[in-house]
């Protein structure tokens, strides 16, 4: 059935309008794009202009495709995760305009080139027109339920052109994702003309859901007709049409802007918001386009791997994309775009950890402020929520990895910041996440929590690897947190749990025969059932290599006492290779399973599960997405894991390993979205994903350049361990607590020069190399005597600038 039913008299009027005729007292209006001269971009590539693009806003964003078209795309809610959103509703499907002259009607619906900002973006028509070249340009201001949409018509013959304009709105009023456990329900739009704003009102007609859109025209009325070009998306939306008449001299251009805003309260609200946006616009932009100058000079790196430092780059943009603000609810980072536009706790806590790397201090603290809110609201004991929808619906109250997840991640936070108001604050959560966590998970008293992890693989709710190995590190992290809280008893205890844990992680968990960790610890009769299932996945998909493995390791099995418990490698999982990431396993077996782990790779980087790699992974460099009919994540290589084992490979000395996992994870930057990199590697899944951030910030920040803070301590200590190529590196301002410090490194013929600056010469540095590295220190021209801890040699020293040589 056509969602699009007929319009009131009113509201289905056509308008026609001289372009130069603006609204009374409106001065004239400067092209928006002129603002963006000269702004950094990136042109996307022609096959991929039928794949989405993201126009990103707090408040508001926009997603449709490279072309300029709005299929009806996304799984989440099925079709309907595309258009304009204003959560916790949908304001439209989208748009489509066209273009009459010459006696033809041509529709905006294929361009040629897409070109993406760091804070907009623009579709290029070239060749839809003979003589006209059109662009469409599109931001989302900060702060407000609105997006701004310039056509702007480029004459590029020697007479002059007239043109005959149309802008169709296709509304969509309709609730998020979960929308119904609150209540909300999804009725019919009906648009009303709005004579003092000269644009379209439209209203759900079961509640108070508003979209408003028009030009700054003044109108005349003419007679009612639809729009000229075919869209027929799913819904019970309606459209409202509007044509404007254009003249285009020779060699000129003219601009066209529109407004689009929204409201889920109130007419009065839409109308605010309407004629705010509308009337500011180009304040706005430019105010957008300086707050991202900030972001690119903040942690501003420069390194010989330009692939890598441009996806660094652009990957901080990509952090400010998925900020979702919704006031009732709170603001925070959402996961990606455009299936997963809300809150989770786990990706959260993975990403801040980056997102303090990259200077983003507010961000973390409002993101975890929401998520202690609505985990506290649904559990009441120290359970992290796993999955949040913007209308405050929790769909997961939790994985069990996302309670200790979330207590290092306050470690962390306090450590680049330290706020002792924060630890203060979110320290009783941390102490009753960890009671819930053993308490409720830990049946058999062994020390191991039950359930699910990081692997939503049916079946695997036994004793996981990675929920053990997060269990252990919150203990660590607790230990220290409760010493900086004077609690010195709880601190013990938790220390030693900690200590136990490692122990046993490194004792229980690790499979000789296969050189690896444990995807889980469980019985056999439990291997077994996940070993079948295992065999029908690799057999579906034509491994082989993977069948033969799981049949040898079901016959070793089934001759094990059903109910022996043990570690089993089953699926060679990512999440195996967590030991290394945090750094607790023995040496000699992490450099055996890291090993292992580089087995399960292609160009791209790390697969989630090992068993879908096949013989043509090694350098199989095309497309993930193409040819997929469902959505599923079954063969996938995502950025996630490949960030945690370059993670691993340089907690264990290795950068150059490290690097390697950075440049393949930077192969598919821009590959199918300029500016960005997808979930699933290089072309699937969320075209921006928030945790990209913690694969390169982790990596390159805390560990290529050593940035290790102790802000509570007003101490910054740097272990620099570089990749053996790079004869240059700096990073730039990266903010720690109240000070910013930036590194410049350089090799020499016979070691290493650092310089580091710092804005708070009272804080103190403590730069630190593995012990016996270099034979003679030097601080600003002067010897220097380090002091060896375990296996570091260490230099304490402070000023606002100090340049250091180490030599062979």
């Known amino acids: 059935m056509n969602k699009y039913r007929p319009l009131p008299l009113l509201a289905s009027l056509l308008l026609t309008v001289f372009f130069l005729q603006c609204k009374k007292d409106a001065p004239p209006l400067p092209s928006l794009q002129s603002l963006v001269a000269g702004t950094e971009s990136i042109a996307g590539r022609t096959a991929y202009l039928q794949s989405p693009f993201l126009a990103a806003g707090d408040r508001v964003y926009m997603v449709g495709h490279q072309d300029g078209s709005f299929p009806d795309l996304g799984w989440h809610v099925a079709g309907e995760m595309g258009g304009i959103w204003d959560h916790p509703i949908k304001l439209m499907d989208g748009f489509t305009a066209a273009i009459e002259t010459g006696g033809q009607t041509y529709c905006l619906s294929a361009a040629d080139t897409f070109i993406n900002f760091p804070f907009a973006n623009k579709h290029v028509f070239e060749k839809t027109i003979p003589g006209l070249r059109v662009e469409r340009f599109q931001f989302a201001p900060d702060g407000k339920e609105a997006v701004v949409v310039e056509f702007t018509f480029i004459n590029q013959a020697a007479e002059e052109k007239e043109l005959t304009f149309e802008f169709t709105g296709y509304t969509d009023l309709r609730p998020v994702w979960l929308g119904e456990r609150t209540g909300m329900e999804d009725g019919g739009d009906f648009a009303t003309w709005d004579e003092p704003s000269d644009s379209y009102i439209v209203k759900d007609s079961l509640n108070d859901w508003y979209v408003q859109f028009g030009a700054v025209i003044s109108p005349e009325m003419e007679k009612a007709k639809k729009g000229s070009c075919e869209y027929s998306p799913a819904g019970k939306g309606c459209q409202a049409s509007m044509k404007y008449a254009v003249k285009v001299p020779a060699n000129t251009s003219v601009s066209l802007p529109f407004t689009i805003a929204g409201s889920h309260k109130s007419a009065i609200e839409v109308k605010q918001t309407f004629a705010d946006v509308q009337h500011n616009s180009a304040g706005l932009l430019q105010a957008k386009k300086e707050r991202y100058q900030t972001i690119a000079e903040k942690t501003k790196l420069t390194i010989p791997e330009k692939q890598v430092q441009e996806a660094f780059h652009w990957i901080k943009y990509n952090t400010d994309w998925l900020i979702r603000d919704v006031p009732e609810i709170g603001r925070g980072l959402a996961a990606g775009s455009p299936d997963y536009p809300w809150w989770f706790g786990v990706d959260n806590e993975y990403t801040l950890q980056g997102a303090l790397a990259i200077g983003q201090t507010e961000l973390v603290y409002s993101t975890i402020d929401l998520l202690a809110c609505i985990s506290e609201k649904t559990n009441g004991n120290g359970r992290i929520v796993h999955e949040v929808s913007t209308n405050g619906a929790v769909y997961n109250p939790g994985n069990v990895n996302e309670t200790p997840q979330f207590a290092s991640l306050i470690w962390t936070v306090y450590n680049w910041t330290g706020d002792k108001a924060f630890l203060e604050k979110y320290w ?377 040589e180490f030599l062979d």
């Open 428 to 804: 009783p959560t941390v102490k009753k996440g960890l009671a819930w966590l053993m308490q409720e998970n830990d049946k058999d008293g062994n020390l191991l929590p039950d359930g699910f992890g990081m692997m939503e693989i049916h079946g695997l709710n036994s004793e996981m690897i990675d929920v053990a190995v997060y269990t252990q590190k919150a203990f660590a992290d607790a230990a220290q947190m409760a010493g900086a809280m004077g609690d010195d008893a709880l601190s013990k205890q938790y220390s030693q749990t900690a200590e136990l844990l490692r122990q046993k992680i490194n004792k229980e968990f690790w499979v000789p025969e296969f050189n690896s960790y444990a995807d889980f610890i469980g019985t056999a009769q439990q291997a077994l059932h996940l070993i079948d299932d295992a065999i029908v996945r690799a057999d579906t998909l034509g491994k082989p290599w993977a069948v033969a493995e799981l049949k040898a390791t079901k016959a070793a099995i089934s001759t094990y006492p059903p109910q022996q418990k043990q570690g089993f490698v089953v699926h060679h999982n990512w999440v195996v290779n967590t030991p290394m990431e945090i750094g607790i396993a023995d040496t000699a077996k992490a450099l055996l399973a890291l090993e292992t782990g580089a087995r399960f790779v292609n160009p791209f980087g790390m697969f989630v599960t090992g068993i879908d790699r096949d013989e043509s992974a090694g350098k199989d460099e095309g497309s993930f997405a193409q040819g997929k009919k469902v959505f599923s994540y079954t063969g996938a290589v995502m950025t996630l894991p490949t960030g945690v084992q370059a993670i691993a490979e340089n907690n264990y000395g290795r950068p150059d390993k490290a690097l390697g996992y950075l440049q393949r994870m930077a192969r598919t930057f821009s590959f199918a979205l300029p500016g960005s990199m997808y979930e699933v590697s290089p072309d699937f899944g969320m075209m921006a994903q928030a945790w990209n951030l913690y694969s390169f910030a982790v990596p390159v920040v805390m560990q290529f350049f050593g940035i290790k803070p102790k802000a509570q301590e007003r101490t910054v200590y740097l272990f620099p361990q570089m990749p053996s190529d790079w004869g240059q590196a700096s990073i730039e301002n990266v903010k720690v607590g109240d000070n910013a410090i930036s590194v410049f490194y350089q090799k020499t013929g016979n070691g290493v020069k650092l310089t580091v600056t710092q804005e708070r010469e009272d804080w103190k540095l403590v730069v630190g190399f593995p012990k016996g590295k270099f034979r003679e220190w030097k601080m600003n021209g002067k010897a220097g005597t380090p002091k060896s801890l375990k296996n570091q040699d260490m230099l304490d020293m402070a000023g606002s600038k100090i340049e250091m």
